[in-house]
C-alpha cells in the first residue's frame, strides 16, 4: 500500500527489535481494513530511548508499543499512565493524544487473560492458579489474574525473594512456593501458568511432574517459540487444555491498534497463520 501524506503512524521501541513479530501482525490488520497506515519497527538503545520517546508527537506518531528494555523507562516518561500499568510497572502501550500528551498503558494482563479465555474453557473462580516464574511477564499475569478474581494464586520461582517481592508489592491472596516443591503446588490448581525461559527454544528444560495436577485443569505456556513446548504437550498428553503463548502476544495487540488505527481488529486463524510463518 502506498502511503499518503495523512497516514497514521505507530511503532515499537526495543533493542534490538528485528526479532519482534509486532510489525507483522499489525502490518496484516493495515492490509485487511485497507487503512492508510504504517507501523515501523524502532531500534533505539537504552541512552537515545528518552529522547526518542518525547519526540514521537512531534514526529506525528498516533503511539506506540514498548518492548524490551524500554518498558520501565516508558512508564517513568509518560505524562499519564493507567492504574493497572503502574501496578504491573511497566508500560507496553502508548496513545500520542490529540495535545501531544503520552498515554501509557499496560496490554499484557488483557492479552493473557483474553487468549485463555478463548483457547480454552476456563472460569477464574475456578479454583487456585499456580504461576511458574516472577519476572516482568508474571508480574503481568499475576495482576491480571487477581484482577479476574482467582481464589488464590500460588507462586514459584527459582529465586525465591524475588517471588516474595512480587507477592508483597501486589497484595492479595498470593502463596509463594519454593522451587523445589512447584510439583506439589500443582494439587488441586485450575489453571498453570509458565512464564520463565525453561522450554523455550536454546534454554534447559522445563523439569514439571504434572501427576498431581487436576486433567481438569488449563495449562498454557507464554513461549512461543516453539510454539507447542515439552510443558504442553505433557499436558495435552493427559487430558489437560493448554493454551500456546502465542494467543497472548496477538490479543495484546488489539487495543493499541484500536486506539491508533480506529479500528477493533480481530484475532482469527488467518492471522495465526500468517504469524506462524514468520516464526517457521
Sequence with gaps: MILSGKAKIAGIFGWPIAHSRS??????????HGIDGTYIPLAVTPENFAAAFRALPALGFRGVNITVPH??????????????????GAVNTVVVDASGRLIG???DAFGFI??????????????PAVVLGA???????????????????????RTRARAESLAAELGGAIQVIDWEDRTEALAGAALVVNTTTLGMQGHEPLALDLARLPTTAVVTDIVYTPLQTP??????????QTVDGLGMLLYQAQ???????GVRPEVDDALRRFVLEDLC
Design 23 to 32: 510489525p507483522r501482525l499489525h502490518g496484516f490488520w493495515l492490509d485487511r
Design 135 to 157: 519476572g516482568g511477564a508474571a508480574r503481568a499475569i499475576v495482576v491480571a489474574l487477581l484482577d479476574a478474581g482467582v481464589p488464590a494464586l500460588r507462586v514459584t520461582n
Design 231 to 240: 510443558l504442553l504437550r505433557d499436558a495435552a498428553a493427559r487430558g489437560n
Design 105 to 107: 498503558s499496560n496490554t
Design 71 to 88: 518498558k520501565e523507562a516508558a512508564l517513568a516518561r509518560c505524562d499519564t499512565v493507567d492504574a493497572q500499568a503502574r501496578r504491573i
Design 255 to 261: 487495543p493499541g491498534f484500536e486506539k491508533w488505527f
Design 114 to 127: 483474553e487468549s485463555v479465555r478463548r483457547s480454552a474453557t476456563w472460569d477464574a473462580t475456578s479454583g
